[in-house]
């Protein structure tokens, strides 16, 4: 993933928001997605957001998206420890290729 | 539930031998699947693409007699890894594009080791 990149570490307490960053470089990309994976688990889809839109909320879920400066954001509201994951970003190509993040692994403490 | 699943989820191997992974889409049919590979605490990287009715085409950088893909129906993709080494241990991950091409589905994994 080296045209998609995130912070690697993001620390924050338990019911504060979480709020991870990312930027991809590919404009042509019609849906930027958001997974997250825990510990010796698979990859879990969290949300997706179209291009043509500026944000996106789903329940605790706040994706933002900036086309011109190519950056994608997760809010996760009201943390909780269940969270604790890494989140990758991603963006497709035409040809349904993903491209990810390094991923940010997100540790909430009590 | 699922809509794509691999098997098996968790598999060791000794080196030198090979093993088959599967990824099945369930209740959709897909032209295309991809194969990534996630070493320890990196990010996914493609593998190669695979087509039904078709070769494979692979990422630069992967060796594809040593991954053999098999795309043989509109629901099954295999991954073959062929003389597998210690380093080959990873975790693969396969997704599948549904025909309307508008759809992703990653499977669960496959976490393989080699001993």
């Known amino acids: 993933g080296e045209d998609v990149e995130q912070s690697l570490f993001l620390s924050v307490r338990e019911g504060d928001s979480s709020v991870i960053n990312c930027t991809y470089t590919d404009s042509s990309s019609t849906y930027l997605y958001w997974y997250k994976q825990e510990p010796g688990a698979g990859l879990q889809l969290l949300t997706y957001?179209?291009?043509?839109?500026d944000m996106k909320q789903d329940q605790r879920l706040t994706v933002l998206l900036n086309k011109k400066d190519k950056h994608l954001s997760l809010r996760i509201a009201d943390t909780q420890t269940g969270d604790s994951a890494i989140y990758f970003c991603?963006?497709?190509?035409?040809?349904?290729?993903?491209?990810f993040g390094a991923g940010t692994t997100v540790t909430v403490r009590a | 539930g699922a809509v794509v699943s691999q098997h098996p989820s968790r598999v060791i191997c000794k080196s030198g031998t090979s093993v088959k992974i599967e990824c099945r889409s369930l209740d959709f049919q897909a032209t295309t699947m991809f194969w990534y590979r996630q070493f320890p605490k990196q990010s996914l990287m493609l593998m190669a693409t695979?087509?039904?009715?078709?070769?494979?085409?692979?990422e630069q950088g992967v060796e594809k007699d040593k991954f053999l893909i098999n795309h043989a129906s509109l629901t099954l993709s295999t991954l073959t890894v062929t003389s597998a080494h210690p380093e080959d241990s990873s975790f693969y991950i396969c997704?599948?594009?549904?025909?309307?091409?508008?759809?992703?589905?990653f499977g669960e994994g496959s976490w393989l080791t080699v001993v």
């Open positions: 695979s087509n039904e009715g078709s070769k494979a085409t692979y």
């Open positions: 957001i179209f291009s043509n839109m």
């Open positions: 997704s599948a594009v549904g025909l309307s091409g508008n759809t992703i589905y």
């Open positions: 991603a963006e497709i190509s035409n040809d349904y290729k993903l491209s």
